[in-house]
């Protein structure tokens, strides 16, 4: 070896692995600048790339040809590699399992799955389509704002202002220790403590 090399011509088509599955995995899209291992196939495998789910004869026309790259996404040098907490302007911990985006950046998104049990989900906000069943205290620092109805079977104990401009129903008692201003209908089905 001279320790020589040549540049390559750009590779088109290549087929990436991303741990998903034909039902569920996580996509994202590779940018430019990002690292891959490159595996070449030791056969042709365009009817593959192409969509074929049937069986077909192997086509042993070329052998690690530059066409029938595959790319494995997330591989990197150590500086780079997102396992290092320095690369996280967010919370992260060795141990955790983080789901990210932005990593690295002001706008820095993630889910992580902390190693002591916990989740915590770190974004400028957090939308959820569809119904939301929580068991167990919800802890809330800061303001609720409800744009529908609020609807509870339990009791509900505030120790601010309660003000509403929709309908109230409560099946349990109703504690507050604040003022309690309501606009709508008030319908309340246990003790009401103001």
């Known amino acids: 070896m001279d320790n020589t090399y040549s540049e390559l011509p750009v590779i088109k088509n290549v087929a990436i692995v991303l741990p998903s599955s034909n ?9 430019q600048g990002d690292t891959v291992l490159l595996l070449f196939a030791q056969c042709n495998i365009d009817n593959f790339k192409a969509g074929s789910v049937e069986p ?19 591989f990197s040098p150590f500086n780079l590699n ?4 320095d690369k996280h302007n967010k919370d992260y911990e060795l ?20 190693k002591d049990g916990t989740n915590k989900y770190i974004a400028k906000a957090h939308n959820v389509d569809g ?19 609020l609807s509870s079977s339990g009791d509900i104990q505030g120790g601010g202002n309660v003000s509403n401009g929709g309908n109230t129903d409560t099946v349990g008692n109703l504690k507050l220790k604040g003022s309690l201003g309501v606009e709508g209908v008030s319908d309340f089905g246990g003790d009401t403590t103001i």
């Open 95 to 114: 141990g955790d399992v983080s789901v990210f985006n932005n990593l690295g950046k002001e706008n820095e998104n993630k889910i992580n799955v902390k």
């Open 23 to 31: 039902e569920s995995g996580f996509v994202f899209s590779p940018k």
């Open 82 to 85: 997102p396992i290092n907490t």
């Open 56 to 74: 077909y004869s192997t086509v042993f026309d070329r052998s690690f040809d530059i066409n029938d790259a595959i790319a494995l996404v997330g």
């Open 131 to 149: 119904d939301t069943n929580i068991i167990g205290t919800t802890v809330i620092d800061g303001d609720v704002v409800i744009k529908g109805n």
